[in-house]
């Protein structure tokens, strides 16, 4: 009794990216030719001969979302083995009407785009994709998105990276006033007002980081005085530049005074759309939006 002939056999590297923001991940629809059900999958694709695997991904992402990502590390390699029989349409598409046995490994990427960057859409024309979209993390999780195993396989290891930040911030207090800046749509907690303030560079004094902070938001000169409180917290959400994080803030809030004239915003673009003497009473009552850093500076000496 002869055996059966062996079906040809194929296997193929593909690179992935796991792009997700503000409770959402960025998936693309499958082709009809290749799933006859809906189906969404992690933007990528094969990677071509010689072609290094991120630049894959980076590639792919583009042609099947119109976005340009930057690469964090791989969170994920993932292995598929399946036999398609004669006659079965994934099959037949892949060119091999008498089937085959295929093999996929997969490379996952963490990756991120920027928090401005505009709406998806798919540029390749008669590709495998043709839909993508920014989908609710719950409704993929829960499987009220149609997905392939791997995006969930993925999502079990991926985990937003810890970044840790050190920053200075000065309480300006102007009669029953105190001097706030509006997080833009580009910095965390976009509509929020907090201290004028930011992260320390490489080797700068906090003190001279705070008067920094507030020329470079506010427009004014600020003289520093002493520390007045160290508060801290810790959430995830979506950095400036698009990445979603584990982030600790560490905050060192210092009294000033300022001269110079009217606050104005200084740098088009920014993380901070909007700069005012703010009364302190609409901060008390909450009919402003402030930051814990804000709480934290008026509990110190304003009867607060």
Known sequence: MSESPRLPRRQRVAAYAVIVRAGEILLARIAPSISHTEQWTLPGGGIDFG????????????????????????????????????G???????????????????????????????????????????????????????????????????????????????????????????????????????????LPGGGLDHGEPPAEAAAREVREECGLEASIGQLLAVHDEIFTGTAPHGREEDFHGVHLVFAATVSGGEPAVQEADGTTDAVAWVPLADVRSGSVQTSGVVTAALAIGTGR
Do not use: K
């Not at 930057?70 to 969170?75: V, Y």
């Not at 079990?156 to 810890?162: K, L, V, Y």
């Open 51 to 86: 072609e290094p695997p991120g630049d894959a991904v980076v590639r792919e992402v583009h042609e099947e979302t119109g976005l340009a990502c930057e690469l964090g590390a791989p969170i994920w390699i993932g292995s598929a083995y399946r036999v398609f029989d004669e």
């Open 88 to 194: 079965d349409r994934d099959g037949g598409d892949r060119g091999d009407p008498e089937g085959l046995e295929m093999h996929s490994v997969r490379i996952v990427y963490d990756a991120w785009v920027a928090a401005d960057a505009p709406e998806p859409r798919v540029v390749e024309v008669d590709g495998s994709t043709v839909d993508a979209r920014w989908l609710s993390m719950a409704d993929v999780v829960s499987g009220l998105v149609p997905t392939v195993p791997m995006v969930l396989e993925a999502l079990a290891q991926h985990r937003p990276p810890t970044v840790q930040r050190l920053a200075a911030y000065a309480r300006v207090l102007h009669g029953d006033a105190v001097l706030l800046t509006r997080n833009s749509a580009r910095g965390p907690h976009p509509g929020t007002w907090t």
